[in-house]
């Protein structure tokens, strides 16, 4: 059984297989009744909490049949737009890291002074608070031959990686290219400690 468009029922819950069998049952036993449907599943629920796992496992296995059936129904359904829908492509943890932006190199640099000024703020605040020193940043060529330096490790890496080789060395992180940045570049740092 499926919709208008084609696609298959959704999987029912072992709850919803509970409710169903006990409107089913009610129907039975009183065909004329009408029922109020806020008052019923409340009774449904209190009784569903007050069932043992044993009384349970029927609707359990029913919501397992019915999950079978619906991912057997969803492998071969093509939604009415013509193309099934793309599954999401899992990342291969060998693939080499993509390269960082000049911003995130400077965030990897700034962030623990920013956290260390303003201990109390949110994540977000102080990704708001590295954006607006972004923008006055007077060091950005350098971090932007970061990010150029790192981009054309990415590119070797995939070079390799698709070749079927293992890249050479992992992406710098932020930190380790500050550090081997000091070493070749002291001037830089004493322009940060104006500011």
């Not at 007050?50 to 919501?63: D, L």
């Not at 972004?134 to 150029?148: D, I, L, S, Y």
């Not at 995939?158 to 081997?180: D, F, L, W």
Request: aromatic share 8%; with cysteine.
């Amino acid at each position: 059984m499926g919709r208008n468009d084609g696609k298959p029922r959704g999987r029912m819950s072992s709850y919803a297989f509970f409710v169903q069998t006990c409107r089913e049952e009610h129907k039975k036993k009183h065909p004329n009744d009408t029922v109020v449907f806020t008052e019923f599943t409340k009774k449904c629920a209190e009784k569903w909490k007050e069932m043992t796992p044993k009384e349970k496992k029927r609707f359990e296995e029913m919501a397992e049949k019915d999950k079978s059936r619906y991912e057997r129904e969803m492998s071969s359904y093509v939604p009415v737009g013509g193309q099934p829908k793309k599954r999401k492509r899992t990342k291969d943890p060998n693939a080499p890291k993509r390269a960082l932006s000049a911003f995130f190199f400077f965030c990897g640099e700034e962030r623990p002074a920013v956290r260390a000024a303003h201990p109390g703020m949110g994540v977000a605040d102080v990704a708001k608070e590295l954006g607006r020193l972004w923008e006055k940043c007077p060091n950005k060529p350098r971090f932007e031959q970061m990010a150029q330096e790192d981009k054309a490790r990415y590119e070797r890496d995939m070079a390799i990686y698709r070749s079927g080789g293992q890249p050479a060395a992992a992406r710098p992180s932020p930190k380790k290219a500050k550090a081997e940045d000091d070493e070749e570049d002291d001037d830089d740092d004493d322009e940060e400690d104006d500011e």
